[in-house]
């Protein structure tokens, strides 16, 4: 096929709203190298449902591309967003003393479900409709959700069609070149419906991903000027050496940190403010610092930025085991607006979740961030609250650390994001759970069983029950004045910790001991 006379549409798949840097990353890379070809990008995100299929078919009767690349965000039901609450619904159906309660959530539940059913199913009709008005084109689909459900997907595909997993740059720039010799990990459903599956064989040079080009974007996806008062996605680096038993972003990026051009990254994020008046930057990596070397990515990242003097807040996710004075100062320079990262109180959870760091070593980063520089960011610790091997002991613990983070930040300036494991397929804490009886070993991950989709929420009993009434109790709680809601059910869980009687029975889990917890009817 000459590439010289392709087009290629890009769809993504609806979603909530947010920037849709994935495909916009990809497009801008394919561009680079192959100029000649046309592409356009279509976001279903920001088009009414009752027009998504009108709007796609009036797009590929006008473009009759050569290739139609879908991005797909989300996959799972019990993934809360902004658009759902999911957890919520979860917490009053099991927790609620309340039966109306209950029962409204039981609906909720059953809403969430059947709108992720027929999300599921208009996805795959759409490549349908796809095959169905292009018999000739070349299906594409990619994205999160595709990197780790693809085999899923790729048994619901048209024929026809490349499953990327992982990052897309060079598998797609394979794809325009006709295919012949395909790059990347990938499930291929050819027209005879067979689907086979190749590994990734190479790495991909992220040197190669220089500033985006924004004004071709532009000409590309007019609708990008929608997303600018919001979070712009920027990455720096893929891979991750870490082996958190929740986390799938070693499998799917590999273990090895490649990194970017510290140069290319802040041309790309001084484009965004100077040009377009962008205010707000999300580092997209797994961890924005994380090892030693990572760290000293970003430190050279900021000596980009510094000169630039760009009015931007900026943050992602971080690790601060390798934090320095000089680094700390450098990161509130530039617009640090809040410190994000995960937390739990207790480095037996951090070593049973094979998280990879110091508990010490983290509280003195802490300490140090305090007394360098810091002025009011906020401090978000991203909790896994009654993850495998949690207990009242270890819980605790956690409240205790919290407490020290409210007197060296002020408490005011300290949130809890409390959240549960979300169990994904092929992760160690799936293979731990399934060898303990919690799952069958021949589960669906992707099962609209509502009873299932609670189990893969993690917060089993008897922790489970005291913590989702906290939770309840403090959303409950909350009034004008806003008390945030995370402070309020820490505090909760131990006022409720607190009135446990000593003599109150127990029970065993693993090796933990587990007090039966009374809670108000």
Known sequence: MNSEKQTVLYIRLPCWKIYPGGV??????????RPDIQQHLLDMALIAPADRKRVLREHLDSLRPDIVAFSW???????????DDALGVV???DYSPNWKRKL???????????????????????????????PATRIVVGGTAVSIFGKYVAEKCPTDTVIVIGEGEDAMLSIVDGFSQPVGEIYYKDRAGHVEHRPREET???HTLTAVDFPYVESIFPEFHSYLNDDIGVHTKRGCPFQCHFCLYNKIEGAHQRYRDPLEIAKEIEALNRNYGVKRIWFTDAQFCSTKKSTEHVGLILD?????????????????????????????????????????GSQEIIDTLTLGYSLEQQMDAFRMFRTSAYTDQKIKLYMPLNAPGETVHTLRMTIEKIKELYELFGRDNVLPFIFFIGIQPNTPVERLLISQGYLKPDYNPLSLNPFLIKKLLYNPQPLGRLIGRAYLEAVDSLDASSEYIGRLTMEIIERELNRMPSGNKSRRIGKATIPILKTHE
Not at 105 to 121: E, G, K, N, V
């Open 204 to 206: 991909f040079d992220l």
């Open 73 to 83: 965000r989300n996959m799972q039901s019990f993934g809360p967003h902004p658009e």
């Open 91 to 93: 917490m009053n159906f």
């Open 304 to 344: 980009e930025l510094l000169p630039r003097k760009l009015d931007i807040t900026w943050s992602g996710y971080l690790r601060l085991n390798h934090l320095t004075p000089e680094l700390a100062q450098k990161m509130l320079a530039t617009g640090l607006g809040s410190v994000d990262l995960s937390f739990t």
């Open 104 to 134: 409204k959530a039981a609906r909720s539940a059953f809403s969430i479900i059947y709108d992720y059913t027929t999300s599921r199913l208009n996805n795959f009709g759409y490549m349908k409709l796809v095959r169905k008005l292009l």
């Open 24 to 33: 916009i990353y990809v497009a801008d890379y394919i561009h680079k190298q």
